[in-house]
């Protein structure tokens, strides 16, 4: 016999909890390195749900030289935003990418 235990989420700030309050199917990925594809980003996080969207800034075509970009990829799923932010910290090509959730409007 398994005894299951309900653990609380962490709460972030303004006491709301990390993973499931915030309701948003796009993610907001941070610290990007400039040599990451847009298709490279596709098949990292299309393993988590499909996509319906994504957007890397900036764009692959851009002469801009940058130090890091910025990646947001909406989900059809919400739940796939959710498990989308356990990625923070994995190390893409070159440095450790911060996965947050990304509430238009705000």
Known sequence: ???????????????????????????????????????QMRTLFGFLGKIEELRLFPPDDSPLPVSS?????K???????????HL???VFVDRALI????AEGL
């Open 99 to 102: 996965v947050v959730p990304y």
């Open 88 to 90: 923070t910290n994995t």
């Open 69 to 73: 970009r910025v990646c947001f990829v």
């Open 1 to 39: 016999e398994w005894e299951t235990e309900i653990i609380p989420l962490a709460t972030g700030v303004g006491g709301s909890a990390m993973a499931s309050s915030s309701g948003t199917d796009v993610i907001q990925v941070t610290n990007v390195s400039p040599s990451a594809s847009s298709e």
């Open 75 to 85: 989900f059809h799923d919400p739940d796939s935003a959710v498990v989308a932010q």
